[in-house]
């Protein structure tokens, strides 16, 4: 029998943006700028899960902050972070090696979570590749969905942005491969207001479209408004 039940993002008011929580065998897909608050809500979902009991996998190409980690689970951080299993690939072929090589975790443990921050911080250096960089984005996504599916967990990948001079607005990398293969997209935006931050959905199969929360990012993750 499929769960279907959702899964805590760590944080109320984010869960009920996206309809009860981060749903199992899908991608939820963050983008935004830098520092809009990527890692952190990443962070946060990671930590939630790893307090329930659950192993959290960890592909990073961003570059883990260890200390970020601590403060973010703060008293629990040495009780749960045994859990969590971190992947550091170098480059994009390697990103690729690294999302096979996961699949041994989560056959060999309780997986509650794999988190992927960013997908296309290392495909943005392979993009003279064209087709084939593109090709090779989508094998990686659609391995990532299958784990979602198999282990019926949710999937969390962070997308790096480009800005489209003419309409002057961000859009996420990666064409179809992430749009397409994610059920929910969020985009995560800085106001006009110093350090607040807004996720709005811009895709989700039950929820409308442009719904939106404000956040700060703050010392133990973020708060929300």
Known sequence: MLRTEKQSSGNAALDTLLGGGLELRTI???????ASGKS???TVAAVACLRAGHAVVWID???FSIERFRQVAGDDTDKIADRLFL????????QGTMILEAEKVLKAHKPGLLVMDSATALYRTDLEKGRDAMQAL???MLHLLGYAKRY???VIITNQVYMDTVKNTYYGLGGT???HLSKVIVRLE???TPGLRRARLVKHRSRPEGASIDYEITGDGISTR
């Open 40 to 42: 952190t809500l990443c």
């Open 61 to 63: 190409s961003e570059g």
């Open 138 to 140: 989508t094998r990686q």
């Open 190 to 192: 800085k106001t006009d």
């Open 87 to 94: 992947f550091e690939p170098v480059d994009f072929e390697h």
């Open 28 to 34: 939820t897909q963050f983008f935004g700028e830098p």
């Open 152 to 154: 019926e967990i949710p």
């Open 177 to 179: 491969a992430l749009e």
